[in-house]
Each structure stands twice: as C-alpha cells, then as structure tokens.
C-alpha cells in the first residue's frame, strides 16, 4: 500500500510542538484551520514588532489597558476589520465582538465570524480569542 503524502497550509495557531512529523512546530492539515490561524497571527501581532512589515498586525494589547467603553471597542473592530482585510484577503468578516465573561471580568474574548470561499461555496466559521 502506497503512503499517501500529507498537505501543509501554514503554522498552526496556537503555536504547539507536539506533532510526529519533524516539525519544529505544528502545521495545518486543512484549510479551514490555515484560516482561523492566518486571522489570529494577524490579530494577535502587535505593529511594527515585524521587520520588513512594520504595518503587520493590530494595536489590540494597546487597548487592552485603555478605558472599556463603546468607543475603543469600536477602533478595535475597525483596525481589526482592516488589518484582517489587508493581510488576509481572502476572509469577509462578518461580525466582530468584544465579550467579559462575568464570572472573569478581566478578561476580554475577542468574538469573530468570517466567510471565506471553499471552491464553489462559501463557508461561514466563528472563531473566538481569549485575551
């Protein structure tokens, strides 16, 4: 029986090293991960902390200490919207939302859904990211 190679699309977010394959760390198997990890590298980036691509990435941390009110959390939406729009062209987000679990009022999830086109269909995924 003929060994079938494995297909690789991208680092795995996030960031583990317990794969058997050789990897310094562990890959995606499937599109659908690639994705949501492209979209958490993008966000979880701060700017300017990557040589060459100084606008790589979001302010996020910055407002992370700023004052929780309708305001900041909108900039954050929108230089969200826009970075992942700029770095990952091939996502429509469609909804984007900053959520404190009351049993953990400091912490912050950030709340994603995005569209992106598998062939011929287009497929909604959420992802969520724990700040």
Not at 39 to 51: E, M
Not at 62 to 80: A, G, H, P, Q
């Given at each position: ?49 990557r040589i060459r691509k100084p606008d790589f ?37 469609e909804e984007v939302s900053i959520l404190t ?31």
């Amino acid at each position: 029986m003929a060994e079938q190679n494995k297909q690789y699309y991208g680092i795995k977010f996030p960031f583990t090293a317990n794969n058997l394959d050789g990897f310094f760390v562990d890959l995606n198997t499937d599109m659908d991960n690639k994705i949501a990890s492209e979209i958490a590298h993008v966000i979880l980036t701060p700017k300017r902390s990557r040589i060459r691509k100084p606008d790589f990435g979001t302010n996020l941390i910055k407002y992370l200490f700023e004052n929780n009110d309708d305001i900041s959390w909108d900039t954050v939406e929108e230089e969200v919207r826009t970075s992942v729009k700029r770095y990952v062209p091939n996502v429509e987000i469609e909804e984007v939302s900053i959520l404190t679990p009351p049993e953990e009022p400091h912490v912050f999830i950030l709340n994603m859904t995005f569209a992106f086109h598998k062939g011929k269909t287009t497929e909604y995924k959420q992802l969520a990211i724990k700040l």
